[in-house]
């Protein structure tokens, strides 16, 4: 099927959210958990470990690590939002920078003013948000970022949004009379799919959607190391990911395999949920054609919805990337 379609249906018995495509699985939301990036705790700060780099939290809900404590001591209840899931050997990473992400807004109580996205490059429609801002809204009371799906959006949705995600804000930073743990809870797959997909022609939010287009299968083939390139080319997707060139013995045959797997890889990292520290052994190829590889897993990478660092080469020619953990990996538990 060509085209993009989102599916909003369950998966396991819990919210999920699949975006197809042209016939492809492009991306995919499973039910993220309370201790999931976005949600908002309310701990108490306990002792630091000296060489830790930061200082251990407690709440009902469970202990994170806050890394910046400029200004922070033992005995404090402070809020702090999630920033990246933890895995067995670390606990989840939560910041006092508390941000309410939006479709359209993001609110930065910490950060003041008025920003556009980047990607609005068209000087006009920049003016026009700023002042359609300032007069939709009686009272700016925190630093906003409008996000880039404010290109051509409507401006009824655009202050609606703006005035919900400011009262979503108020109403956690007046939370000093609720109790410890959980007080704002991570958007669920639907939500991030309102969110996060814009400008998505089709929906689907019918019961067995995932079923009836064949989502099953795709999420069955997640769970397979090997993921098949072009012309019997393959990766096998772990941490450490391994791109081979199978048959093909032509002199090209090692750099076509690295375009592939550089067009590809953010999307498969994504659906798994990968994150942390990746290096990436790349199939043979001359050595001049290195920035060849990298402009173009740079190019596909600054495209994704996960923020990822193109780190560098090492000594023998492996890739080393570092992604944030942004995404449960539901996949390998």
Known sequence: MKGKIALLDYFDGKEAAALLIDGELHDFFAEPGPNAPGS??????????KGSGGIFVESPDGDFFLHKTKGITAGDVILVQVISYGDREKLPRVTTKLLFKSRYVIVTPFNEGLN??????????????????????????YGMIMRSSCAS??????ISDCKNTIMTAQNVL??????????????SPHQ?????????PALDKTSGTFAYHGVLEFIDELK??????????????????DVNTAGDISFAAGLKANLAMAKDL???????GLGGQIVVDPAPMLRQDRKIVENALKSALRKDTVET????WTAMGLIELQRARVRPNWLMR
């Open 174 to 187: 007046s939370a000093e009379d609720k109790q410890m743990g959980l007080i704002h809870r991570a958007p």
């Open 40 to 49: 908002i705790f309310k701990v108490k700060v306990k002792h630091q470990i």
């Open 224 to 241: 397979h190391s090997k993921v098949i390139l072009n012309n019997g080319n393959y990766t096998k997707a772990f941490v450490a990911i």
């Open 309 to 312: 660092n193109f780190v560098g």
């Open 266 to 272: 953010p999307r498969q990292l994504r659906l798994r």
């Open 116 to 141: 556009i996205a980047k990607n609005i490059q068209d000087d006009e429609r920049r003016i026009q948000l700023k002042q359609l801002v300032v007069e939709g809204l009686n009272h700016i009371p």
């Open 192 to 200: 991030l799919a309102w969110r996060e997909w814009i400008d998505i």
């Open 153 to 158: 959006a409507n401006k009824s949705e655009i």
